[in-house]
């Protein structure tokens, strides 16, 4: 073997020759048969992640600067969502605050971030450290176009959990938190135990109701990227979450 051997594997659209193969690359290099999230984090790659991107304050810059276009292209933007699913710590704060700053002031790109499912990605995620995917949710959790356009998505006269794309997901409770309270509360409420008129939600709802059937819908996905960082997932709009633990409640204006 050579690095002009071709290889294939599954995801691949087609053959490609060792030298063009990332994956391969890196394990060669380092004589390790797998990358290591906190390898994969000290990588030129994810330097990239944490790169400044500076525009005016409260104004949209047009056009938009030239880095936020290329990050917000189809070839860049699914991959930086991917990262969540890496599940280091570290890495998922870095990925939700870049989409953060992608989609801030970039319409296109605001709209269009359920696409690449981000959203599940985040909501897969089993660690405490949530601010950053508390801020992320902050800022597009009206301002998808899953309904169709951006009319749609904000349009006040639907209930909250109908424009947000969290809806169906997450209780409503949860979304009012997010967007009376702020990120910091939601963060803290997706880690807590309460039995509120409030808030319903437990460690046992996220972990065997929200996280399980998250991943239920990615199904083999997060293994097929683990064995081939450039396979992109294929957006499906996902069934709504199930919780037994509200099935006898009745959510009546802000209120259990």
């Given at each position: 073997?050579?690095?002009?051997?071709?290889?294939?594997?599954?995801?691949?659209?087609?053959?490609?020759?060792?030298?063009?193969?990332?994956?391969?690359?890196?394990?060669?290099?380092?004589r390790v048969p797998v990358l290591t999230p906190p390898q994969v984090e000290s990588s030129s790659l994810?330097?990239?992640?944490?790169?400044?991107?500076?525009?005016?304050?409260g104004e949209i810059v047009t056009p938009t600067p030239g880095v936020k276009r290329i990050l917000s292209s189809p070839c860049c933007l699914p991959h930086i969502a991917q990262?969540?699913?890496?599940g280091e710590p570290s890495i998922v704060e870095a990925a939700a605050a870049l989409l953060k700053a992608i989609v801030t002031r970039n319409p296109k790109?605001?709209?269009r971030l359920y696409s690449?499912?981000?959203?599940?990605?985040?909501?897969?995620?089993?660690?405490?450290?949530?601010?950053?995917?508390?801020?992320?949710?902050?800022?597009?959790?009206?301002?998808?176009?899953?309904?169709g356009g951006e009319e749609a998505a904000v349009s006040a006269s639907l209930p909250l959990a109908k424009r947000s794309v969290l809806g169906g997901l997450l209780p409503e409770s949860l979304l009012y938190v997010l967007k009376r309270s702020g990120p910091a509360a939601f963060a803290a409420a997706m880690v807590?135990?309460?039995?509120?008129?409030?808030?319903?939600?437990t460690h046992k709802m996220r972990a065997e109701n929200l996280?399980?059937?998250?991943?239920?819908?990615?199904?083999?996905?997060?293994?097929?990227?683990s064995q081939y960082c450039h396979v992109l997932y294929d957006y499906a709009p996902m069934p709504p979450v199930t919780y037994p633990e509200l099935r006898d409640e009745m959510w009546c204006h802000h209120y259990y």
């Open positions: 073997m050579d690095w002009t051997t071709r290889c294939w594997a599954s995801g691949m659209l087609d053959w490609k020759k060792l030298r063009d193969i990332r994956e391969l690359r890196w394990a060669l290099a380092l994810v330097e990239d992640i944490h790169t400044n991107i500076n525009y005016d304050a990262a969540i699913l890496s790109a605001m709209i690449t499912s981000a959203f599940y990605f985040a909501l897969a995620y089993p660690g405490s450290n949530l601010l950053s995917i508390g801020q992320l949710f902050t800022v597009t959790l009206v301002h998808q176009g899953f309904h807590s135990d309460s039995d509120t008129p409030e808030i319903i939600w996280i399980r059937q998250v991943l239920q819908h990615l199904g083999d996905f997060p293994q097929k990227l």
